[in-house]
């Protein structure tokens, strides 16, 4: 009989499948899952339109794999097909006609969609190498059997079917040196496939699987077989509120593999309006072990209808929330591709908006209400939350500004920049910040105690990103970060004498290049010296700067502060030039070092060492 020829969209997306290099073939069976299901919906819906009964154990999906053969079926008792339905379903692509492959971007673009969507009834090409489908429609007495090896074409013949709905008869292709096919015929991973595609199907999906007991009275063996229903059948998310506990919940993180760990807040909305979704999200308590490599996937799983159609949607989520795990279900998401996929596009983007906001709500909310498990949250992704602030130029700083905290000088635990802002005292106009790798080593800062000895408080900066991402908050509360090594603190200081302007010239002279000024600082109390910075790079700034590829360019701009009131300053006083050039070269290297900056000329600084001790 003479084949009949594909649509040249169907085919060349045929040959996609065909020789799908995608990783995930597996899903072919959640695609022929859920057009079951959605045949079984038409036939129930006419069910319940002509009063002939409203079962729905009546449209049980069944598979059933035969090894021998290499036959996995998929049998359903939905509305199924007649001829013409046949040729048009399946004979071209869901009469989409909106899929236009780019010619040389073809084979990258068919995996995403693949990936995004799935393709439907020609995804069973990716495991299969020849595919039957039987069907009788509803009210039709014939029935019809479609076949097909692949692209090469399909034919339509006449065919006996006791009931109507349709059966499916996929060939499993033979398993080659980079891909295994035979697993798609083990039962038990079968029904794995379906607890993690289709568990929330409402017909039951059953299989005759294959089990062992114990033969009565006797120690032997025997294998026998039952049918088992694969799926749960209702989805957690769409229960009631009220009937779920935390356990329930808990079960469901772990089961879903979202972590392993306590989840330390679950959200679950129902949204209803122009946009109608629910949401089941989880905010987990620790970090994932891959969570800062770039192996770690973000996103929810995306359902329509309780099918699942993408596992990680990442556009659901923005990257400074990426370690929400959860779902998102929405009726108003079409599950195959096709020319709505720009508005779905849309919707998806308006129901991240509003995923976003709820985030930002609660986790709001847990900071302000339960500080102990926001501080757990944010010892582990704290960092995510203030990269957040950083990136995207301070876009987000509306949701992210009081969700980030720091340790301060008067704290013992974090603080928020709010709660910080409320105890300034009037006469305060900065919010102070040093940097530095542990609150010890900040306090402990010369340029601390200025700050310190006015009575303001002090936010510790331990991590690299913290001032970079107070620097794209600019302010808050209106009010500006300032870093303590900032050569103007911001507060009145008594003015700094000329007196010894000469004695800071011929420093500044002995150091040259090094230094932007040398002058007498009126923030130290108990060091001789040390580094404050002009200009818009801190001294921290400079040391991630400078690990980085444009390191050598981004200086900070040094002034050797010099504590006038400290005892060795009579000694500088005192000293002739050659001196003066060794005292310079101490004490603007202690003040390196003070600093965690490299030694520029260690030669040079330990020469002026022995000087000193030679005397
Ligand atoms: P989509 O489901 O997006 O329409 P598919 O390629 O999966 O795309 O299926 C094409 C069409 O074939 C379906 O819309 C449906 O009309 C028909 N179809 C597929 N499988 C079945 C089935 N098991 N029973 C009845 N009709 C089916």
New binding site residues.
């Given amino acids: 009989m003479a084949k009949k020829q594909f649509k040249a969209e169907s085919k060349r997306l045929l040959d996609l499948m065909i020789n799908s290099i995608y990783t995930q073939k597996e899903i072919f069976l959640r695609?022929?899952i859920?057009?079951?299901s959605?045949?079984s919906d038409k036939s129930y819906y006419n069910a319940l339109c002509n009063n002939t009964g409203l079962d729905r154990e009546r449209y049980e999906i069944r598979l059933a794999a035969d090894k021998t053969l290499r036959t996995l079926t998929i049998t359903?008792h939905?509305?199924?097909?007649n001829k013409e339905?046949l040729e048009k379903?399946?004979g071209t692509?869901?009469e989409s006609g909106s899929f236009k492959f780019k010619n040389n971007a073809e084979e990258k673009e068919g995996v995403d969609i693949i990936g995004q969507f799935g393709?439907?009834?020609?995804s069973a090409f990716m495991v299969a190498d020849e595919v039957t489908?039987t069907?009788r429609k509803e009210g039709e007495e014939t029935a019809w059997k479609w076949t097909s090896t692949g692209s090469d074409g399909y034919t339509v013949t006449e065919a006996e079917k006791a009931e109507p709905?349709?059966e499916?008869v996929l060939h499993i292709k033979e398993n080659t040196e980079t891909d295994s096919y035979d697993e798609y015929l083990e039962q038990y991973r079968l029904a794995d496939l379906v607890k993690k595609y289709s568990d929330f199907i409402k017909y039951p999906i059953t299989m005759e699987m294959t089990k062992s007991r114990k033969k009565e009275d006797s120690e032997e063996y025997e294998q026998y077989t039952e049918l088992e229903t694969l799926n749960s059948r209702v989805p957690l998310w769409k229960k009631s509120k009220k009937e779920l506990k935390e356990e329930d919940y808990k079960a469901f993180y772990h089961a879903q593999r979202y972590g392993y760990d306590e989840p330390v807040k679950t959200i679950h909305t129902n949204v209803e309006g122009s946009l109608t979704y629910t949401a089941l999200m989880f905010i987990p308590g620790t970090v994932p072990y891959d969570f800062y490599t770039k192996d770690f996937k973000k996103g929810l799983a995306l359902y329509s209808n309780g099918v699942m159609i993408m596992e990680k949607c990442a556009d659901l989520l923005p990257d400074y929330f990426g370690f929400v795990q959860g779902l998102v279900d929405s009726a108003d998401l079409s599950?195959?591709?096709?020319r709505e996929l720009l508005q779905q596009d849309h919707q998806l983007k308006a129901i991240s908006k509003n995923l976003t906001k709820t985030i930002q709500k609660e986790l709001a909310g847990l900071c302000e209400k339960d500080r102990e498990t926001y501080s757990k949250f944010f010892d582990a992704f704290g960092r995510t939350l203030k990269y957040g602030l950083y990136s995207d130029w301070g876009m987000n700083k509306e949701t992210l500004q009081d969700l980030i905290m720091f340790h301060s000088s008067k704290e013992e635990a974090y603080t928020t920049l709010k709660e910080y802002v409320d105890r300034m005292p009037e006469e305060q106009k900065y919010i102070y910040y040093g940097t530095g790798e542990t609150k010890e080593k900040i306090r402990s800062m010369p340029a601390a105690e200025g700050v310190l000895a006015k009575g303001f408080e002090l936010l510790y900066f331990t991590e690299d990103v913290d001032e970079f991402a107070v620097k794209m908050l600019q302010t808050y509360k209106e009010k500006e970060f300032k870093n303590i090594t900032d050569a103007d603190l911001g507060f009145e200081q008594e003015a700094p004498s000329d007196e010894h302007a000469e004695l800071m010239g011929k420093l500044k002279e002995a150091l040259g290049d090094k230094v932007a000024d040398v002058k007498a600082s009126t923030r130290l109390v108990s060091h001789p010296a040390c580094i404050s910075t002009r200009g818009a790079i801190s001294i921290e700034m400079e040391k991630v700067l400078s690990a980085g590829p444009d390191g050598q360019n981004a200086k900070a701009e040094k002034v050797l502060e010099i504590n006038t009131g400290h005892p060795l300053f009579a000694q500088l006083q005192a000293a002739d030039e050659e001196q003066l050039k060794t005292y310079a070269e101490v004490l603007y290297n202690q003040a390196l070092l003070i600093e965690g900056l490299p030694i520029e000329d260690p030669v040079a600084y330990a020469n002026a060492i022995w000087k000193l001790l030679e005397k």
């Fill in positions: 695609e022929l859920s057009n079951a959605d045949a359903d939905g509305i199924g097909m339905d379903n399946l692509i869901a393709v439907g009834f020609y489908v069907s709905g349709t499916i599950l195959n591709i096709s």
